[in-house]
């Protein structure tokens, strides 16, 4: 599946930031390799690897084979008919929708969550720090605690089965932590530079565009990686704001596949295959930044 | 994020410097009114739901029509109904055993993954695969792994001399595969921060312990571990929080069940409002959730150190 | 991530957006909500001869079963209603008709006694709330019964049952050969309430569940409830549903697959298991699906002729549609020749009063005639509980009754539990 993508992380890694009292396999024998780590890692590589292989597999399997050869066995006689079948069903469509919410929902964060915590870090006053405790205390409402009134609310806005449905309560689940990210990220920004900016004469905005999100990138990475995230894995909000094909999100249409395969197991799998198609491209071409990005969430 | 190591952040604030310069600094600074449009959004959608959530608590509502007016109705059948005891019962459950399946084996891979030969590298990218699914794609992958008929547990289980192959049938097996599913799917990810923490760890610590003539077990236990309590904090509280909000898990794969025993406190909100359609009722339940979730991560930010916890999140 | 990007993708959201808005169902076609199985077929075929010709568009929105209450009441709170919607008839609708959000048909059914005199009376009225009419049948009706697979009978020389005791050496009997002698969708609790609803109604006849559903959750202490639920605990020890049933589900089609596939030798299910096998295991319903009504019980006061199951479902219409003639003109097509037809084809057997003429033309005129008598000869028909309930009743006993088939609950606990209902 990545065969080929972890080589050039790993080649890159050496070759970054020379650190090389940390590279421990380069200190000479003083150390014996650590067998009993290295056994639990590929332990945990089997438990990772095995439902993976399992779940490939199927996928290239006729339905009929699949109960009889058992589960570790390869395809006697491949086949792609399950994909075909997902496609059929409507997968890139709901593909579609869901990247179309993960855009929104991305922009909605990046950008709100970007003023705000500019405003938090650079304004002085009450009201800022208001605003920040405010957010702070939001990080503890669980989406799944208000997803009765956001249907009320929905309702009553008449967006109910639409994507914008989706959007909006998702970004604003997102946030919370986003700002946080942010503000941590805008903090950094060395105090010389707001006064360079100022002394150019720059009022909030040009500093806001010139030097606050230039300098926040890795922050607003993490941000866009976290509300991706959350967009591409909501599946509360879209289950209970819409119901009609048009509006349906790749997590719903897994679920509905459910009743709709019957026992078309592989079938099924294969629609589960596609669906982590985008974020597989995501992630081979944007390792890092993802990977960085998902680090950054847990901050330092 | 890896820009600026932690130690070296400037203080949050500038020297003041109220009195001279006045026009300068101030000319950069945004009004409050940059703080707006976050506010009015997080508002509409977060904070006044949860205003509307304590409303409809006191309310009877079925979803359909107005909500009527009940008081405290739904709060004293919530404090006498035994499904919701069991349920809550459940999540603490849940919650302690994600913790404790989840927090060593991320802990302990995520260090390890930290260190910089190839083969770690290359295992820490498919270590990372599950992150690329979502909740119900993992969850539907188990179902169709664990279907007592069809599926490769039905092949393996008498292979191996089990007397059935009805693993998510049983209230115990049940709830087992819960907690290893959700494992399955979120170790990964703590295994990304604490790898991202063992790696903020200054190598001149270890360095030093070797001199010593530290083992390896002892570098662990008084470098490795203190150096990453604010990740084990961050970790912990995500973990918690999130465990007492899985939903698309339980929805998928056991519905609730069998009967009611993998019902658990989100789930059963979901089952009074939409599928019972006890809005008011729903909502009490939510509100509980709430409170416990608040309740739960400011316990553990106190326990581990509000001073820890602030500047992990200055440092996000 | 610069500025002018942001702002780039901030337009290209807002494109998106634009087109997503118009993702509901507010568009100009009149929606008409299926629950999706394999019989939609027949509406499928009914909304295209419609569309020929009508100047407003038909479209069915299929919803998956699992779902299709929850769903359907979501959006009846919404401005995204149907036009025109299936269900049940009785509980099923009582909440709408309550809020006065559908319409009544009345008027629809007295201007046209010919379309009035189509359905036989008694399947009618199930669609009607306090005396006004709202649902128009649009299916075959809907028995439980109990199906075999006639080659595992073969194989084991055995007959289908007559009588209980029939019923409990089958059991033993499949056990010995290593097949499950009942199929059982375990984690969809309505299959198991099929099994208690032929129990209670066979000892007991239907006065005990009518007490329950006109109210009173005492009804659930009557010793006839108590008794059924021990028969269940009796038949679970047995073995009668093997070991695995708990966590098959009926709507991902495993229990009928166990049963097409020979691994289980029986399944007691609604009549559209018929249709289900003609779709995915054709031939295995042409030649081995065999079917008998389900065996009276030793002492029982209740009438072994009695049915219970589904009379059959109902098109309603929502009271906001802006289509109401067209709606009116859609669910009325429901007594056409093709319609019947059509439903005749697919296995299923018309409520409709002249329908027995053209059983003949069914992939299976035994079967459907087999049905259809029936139907006709039962004193009572039983409306399935769940649906018969309140939905805050109705998930509840759900669950009970699932606990007690997994042997999470003793009956004794089981009736308790359910007279706590309220």
């Given at each position: 599946m990545t065969a080929s993508a972890p080589a050039r992380p790993a080649a890159r890694g050496a070759a970054a930031p020379p650190r090389p009292p940390r590279r421990r396999a380069g200190r000479p024998g003083r150390r014996r390799p650590n067998v009993l780590a290295g056994a639990g890692a590929f332990a945990w590589l089997a438990v990772i690897g095995v439902?993976?292989?399992?779940?490939?597999?199927?996928?290239?399997?006729?339905?009929?084979?699949?109960?009889?050869?058992?589960?570790?066995?390869?395809?006697?006689?491949?086949?792609?008919?399950?994909?075909?079948?997902?496609?059929?069903?409507?997968?890139?469509?709901?593909?579609?929708?869901?990247?179309?919410?993960?855009?929104?929902?991305?922009?909605?964060?990046?950008?709100?969550?970007?003023?705000?915590?500019?405003?938090?870090?650079?304004?002085?006053?009450?009201?800022?720090?208001?605003?920040?405790?405010?957010?702070?205390?939001?990080?503890?409402?669980?989406?799944?605690?208000?997803?009765?009134?956001?249907?009320?609310i929905i309702v009553q806005l008449g967006l109910y089965d639409s994507l914008v449905a989706i959007v909006l309560p998702t970004a604003a689940f997102a946030l919370p932590v986003c700002v946080l990210i942010l503000t941590g990220s805008m903090r950094d920004i060395s105090d010389e530079l707001y006064e360079a900016m100022a002394l150019d004469g720059a009022g909030s905005v040009r500093t806001f565009l010139r030097l606050v999100l230039p300098m926040s990138r890795p922050g607003l990475a993490t941000a866009a990686v976290y509300s991706a995230l959350q967009a591409w894995n909501g599946f509360l909000f879209p289950l209970v704001l819409t119901q009609s094909r048009d509006s349906r999100l790749i997590t719903m249409g897994l679920f509905e596949f459910q009743g709709e395969?019957?026992?078309?197991?592989?079938?099924?799998?294969?629609a589960v295959v596609l669906s982590a198609v985008p974020i597989l491209i995501a992630y081979l071409l944007a390792r890092r930044s993802l990977v960085n990005g998902l680090m950054g969430v847990g901050g330092k | 994020m890896s820009a600026a190591p932690a130690t070296a952040r400037p203080a949050a604030r500038p020297p003041a410097r109220r009195g001279g310069a006045a026009r300068g600094p101030r000319a950069g600074r945004p009004s409050?009114?940059?703080?707006?449009?976050?506010?009015?959004?997080?508002?509409?959608?977060?904070?006044?739901?949860?205003?509307?959530?304590?409303?409809?608590?006191?309310?009877?509502?079925?979803?359909?029509?107005?909500?009527?007016?009940?008081?405290?109705?739904?709060w004293t059948r919530l404090a006498g109904d035994p499904v919701m005891h069991r349920a809550v019962v459940l999540s603490l459950v849940l919650t302690a055993a994600t913790w404790a399946v989840q927090t060593p084996i991320s802990l302990l891979l995520g260090v390890w993954a930290a260190g910089r030969q190839?083969?770690?590298?290359?295992?820490s990218a498919i270590f990372f695969l599950p992150l690329l699914l979502s909740s119900a794609a993992i969850a539907l992958i188990w179902r169709s792994l664990l279907d007592p008929n069809f599926g490769p547990l039905a092949w393996i289980a008498p292979r191996v001399g089990a007397p059935d192959a009805d693993l998510l049938g049983d209230p115990t097996g049940a709830f087992l595969v819960i907690i290893a599913v959700t494992a399955w799917q979120f170790i990964p990810l703590h295994t990304l921060l604490y790898q991202g923490g063992a790696r903020q760890i200054p190598a001149s610590l270890y360095e030093a312990a070797e001199i010593d003539g530290a083992g390896r077990w002892t570098a662990f236990r008084h470098i490795t571990l203190p150096q990453l309590r604010n990740t084990i904090t961050t970790s912990s509280v995500l973990m918690v929080v999130g465990a007492l909000t899985?939903?698309?898990?339980?929805?998928?794969l056991t519905g609730g069940g069998p009967g009611s025993d993998t019902t658990i406190v989100p789930f059963l909100m979901?089952?009074?409002?939409?599928?019972?359609?006890?809005?008011?009722?729903?909502?009490?339940?939510?509100?509980?959730?709430?409170?416990?979730?608040?309740?739960?991560?400011?316990?553990?930010?106190?326990?581990?150190?509000?001073?820890?916890?602030?500047?992990?999140?200055?440092g996000m | 991530m610069t500025t002018p990007r942001v702002g780039a993708a901030g337009a290209i959201v807002l494109a998106l957006l634009a087109t997503g808005c118009g993702g509901g169902s507010a568009d100009d076609r009149m929606h008409v909500w299926m629950y999706q199985d394999t019989l939609v077929v027949v509406q499928d075929a009914a909304v295209e001869r419609f569309n020929a010709d009508s100047d407003v568009q038909a479209v069915i929105d299929e919803v998956p079963g699992d779902t299709y209450e929850d769903r359907l009441r979501t959006a009846m709170g919404s401005s995204e209603q149907p036009d025109v919607f299936f269900n049940w008839g009785a509980g099923s609708i009582a909440p709408y008709a309550e809020q006065g959000m559908l319409t009544p048909l009345d008027d629809v059914f007295a201007e046209d006694p010919e379309f009035a005199d189509a359905y036989i009376p008694s399947i009618l009225a199930a669609g009607a709330i306090d005396g006004t009419q709202y649902g128009v049948p649009l299916r075959g009706t809907q028995p439980v019964i109990l199906f075999y697979n006639r080659a595992v009978f073969e194989e084991a020389g055995a007959e289908p049952p007559e009588t209980w005791e029939d019923l409990l050496d089958l059991v033993d009997l499949f056990t010995e050969e290593g097949v499950i002698p009942f199929a059982l969708a375990g984690a969809d609790p309505w299959t198991e309430q099929m099994w208690l609803q032929y129990l209670v109604d066979r000892l007991g006849g239907p006065e005990v569940f009518q007490r329950i559903a006109d109210g009173d959750p005492e009804g659930w202490r009557d010793p006839v409830v108590l008794e059924a639920a021990e028969m269940v605990r009796d038949l679970v020890d047995r073995g009668a549903f093997g070991d695995n049933y708990a966590s098959v589900s009926y709507t991902?089609?495993?229990?009928?697959?166990?049963?097409?596939?020979?691994?289980?030798?029986?399944?007691?299910?609604?009549?559209?298991?018929?249709?289900?096998?003609?779709?995915?295991?054709?031939?295995?319903?042409?030649?081995?699906?065999?079917?008998?009504?389900?065996?009276?019980?030793?002492?029982?006061?209740?009438?072994?002729?009695?049915?219970?199951?589904?009379?059959?479902?109902?098109?309603?219409?929502?009271?906001?549609?802006?289509?109401?003639?067209?709606?009116?003109?859609?669910?009325?097509?429901?007594?056409?020749?093709?319609?019947?037809?059509?439903?005749?084809?697919?296995?299923?057997?018309?409520?409709?009063?002249?329908?027995?003429?053209?059983?003949?033309?069914?992939?299976?005129?035994?079967?459907?005639?087999?049905?259809?008598?029936?139907?006709?000869?039962?004193?009572?028909?039983?409306?399935?509980?769940?649906?018969?309930?309140?939905?805050?009743?109705?998930?509840?006993?759900?669950?009970?009754?699932?606990?007690?088939?997994?042997?999470?609950?003793?009956?004794?606990?089981?009736?308790?539990?359910?007279?706590?209902?309220?």
């Open positions: 439902p993976l292989y399992v779940l490939l597999v199927a996928t290239f399997q006729r339905s009929e084979d699949y109960t009889a050869a058992g589960p570790l066995a390869l395809p006697a006689d491949p086949t792609l008919d399950n994909y075909a079948r997902a496609i059929d069903n409507g997968i890139l469509v709901f593909v579609a929708n869901t990247l179309a919410v993960t855009a929104a929902v991305v922009a909605i964060v990046c950008i709100l969550s970007a003023t705000t915590a500019f405003a938090v870090v650079r304004s002085r006053g009450r009201w800022t720090t208001g605003v920040f405790r405010a957010f702070l205390l939001g990080l503890a409402i669980p989406a799944q605690a208000v997803v009765i009134p956001v249907y009320l395969y019957r026992v078309d197991v592989p079938g099924l799998l294969a | 409050a009114l940059w703080t707006l449009p976050g506010l009015l959004f997080f508002g509409v959608f977060a904070a006044l739901p949860m205003a509307l959530v304590a409303y409809l608590s006191l309310t009877t509502w079925g979803g359909l029509g107005d909500p009527r007016f009940t008081g405290l109705d739904n190839r083969t770690r590298a290359v295992l899985y939903f698309d898990t339980v929805l998928i979901y089952e009074a409002g939409f599928e019972r359609w006890e809005m008011g009722y729903a909502s009490a339940i939510a509100l509980t959730l709430v409170v416990a979730a608040t309740a739960v991560s400011l316990v553990m930010v106190r326990v581990t150190g509000f001073g820890a916890m602030r500047s992990t999140r200055e | 991902e089609g495993g229990a009928s697959t166990l049963l097409s596939e020979g691994r289980a030798a029986m399944h007691l299910m609604g009549s559209w298991e018929y249709s289900t096998h003609l779709d995915q295991a054709p031939e295995f319903a042409t030649e081995d699906l065999g079917y008998v009504a389900f065996p009276p019980l030793p002492g029982g006061e209740g009438d072994p002729a009695n049915v219970a199951g589904n009379p059959t479902n109902f098109f309603s219409i929502t009271a906001d549609t802006p289509y109401p003639e067209e709606a009116v003109a859609f669910v009325k097509s429901t007594d056409d020749e093709e319609y019947v037809r059509d439903m005749i084809a697919n296995g299923e057997v018309p409520v409709t009063v002249g329908a027995e003429e053209l059983l003949s033309e069914s992939p299976s005129p035994e079967f459907a005639t087999f049905q259809y008598e029936m139907v006709r000869d039962a004193p009572n028909f039983q409306l399935s509980w769940d649906q018969a309930l309140p939905p805050s009743v109705a998930s509840p006993m759900t669950t009970e009754i699932e606990r007690l088939f997994n042997g999470q609950s003793t009956p004794e606990e089981f009736v308790e539990a359910l007279a706590a209902l309220q």
